[in-house]
């Protein structure tokens, strides 16, 4: 099945500064990396996504980078601000007998120093 | 983006009672419909992936008796964590697929479980 490793696991950033994580999978199959956002005591929430036909993609101030051929992918967060504190997953999407379903990484504790 | 509501938000429960959690996609029809268990600073776990219709696939390590998950319509799927006990006790997040492969998967609000 597929493994879905994510780097760092604690990052602290000064407001205004850049955050970048960054996500590694396994199997060559999977197509489809979202990544969401879990405030505390609440379900995650999708953020941004990439498919595999597409190397880049930008949604003002977050974007996601794809190296299918590394099999990494990289989130990046611009101007950061304080609510964009919160714990990050990535997620790789996988077809295993019959169902399609996600792996996540084990999430980014993001801290926005004001 | 599409709106996944989850109820009851938390629950406390005594050992041995069961617990049924509710999953609805609000304004979209979800043919599949995803349960998850997370632990306190952990990522998210794949219980099962539920099929309207149809029977539940279960993750390897999880008890199909004891999570009991139901599909019964394109908006609605339910898991019941029967005979609980306080090993139980997490935080279950159930997620619907807008369309088909590679498409969003949008998450509910999450139900706190406690067993006492």
């Known amino acids: 099945g597929e493994n879905v490793e994510q780097h760092p696991s604690t990052l602290s950033v000064q407001e205004g500064d850049s955050a970048v994580i960054k996500c590694t999978y396994s199997?060559?199959?999977?197509?489809?990396f979202p990544w969401y956002k879990q405030e505390l005591g609440k379900g995650p929430q999708l953020i941004i996504d990439i498919r595999s036909n597409v190397g880049e993609k930008k949604d003002q101030r977050i974007a996601v980078t794809l190296n299918k051929t590394a099999k990494h992918f990289s989130l990046h967060i611009t101007e950061t601000q304080p609510e964009d504190s919160a714990v990050y997953f990535c997620?790789?999407?996988?077809?295993?007998?019959?169902?399609?379903?996600?792996?996540f990484g084990t999430g980014t504790r993001l801290t926005i120093i004001p | 983006g599409a709106v996944v509501s989850q109820h009851p938000s938390r629950v406390i429960c005594k050992s041995g009672t069961s617990v049924k959690i509710e999953c609805r996609s609000l304004d979209f029809q979800a043919t599949t419909m995803f349960w998850y268990r997370q632990f306190p600073k952990q990522s998210l776990m794949l219980m099962a992936t539920?099929?309207?219709?149809?029977?539940?696939?279960?993750e390897q390590g999880v008890e199909k008796d004891k999570f009991l998950i139901n599909h019964a319509s394109l908006t609605l799927s339910t898991l019941t964590v029967t005979s609980a006990h306080p090993e139980d006790s997490s935080f279950y997040i159930c997620?619907?697929?807008?369309?088909?492969?590679?498409?969003?998967?949008?998450f509910g609000q999450g139900t706190r479980l406690t067993v006492v």
């Open positions: 997620s619907a697929r807008v369309g088909g492969f590679g498409t969003e998967a949008f």
């Open positions: 539920s099929n309207e219709g149809s029977k539940a696939t279960y």
């Open positions: 199997d060559s199959a999977s197509n489809y």
């Open positions: 997620a790789a999407s996988e077809w295993d007998f019959g169902n399609e379903k996600l792996t």
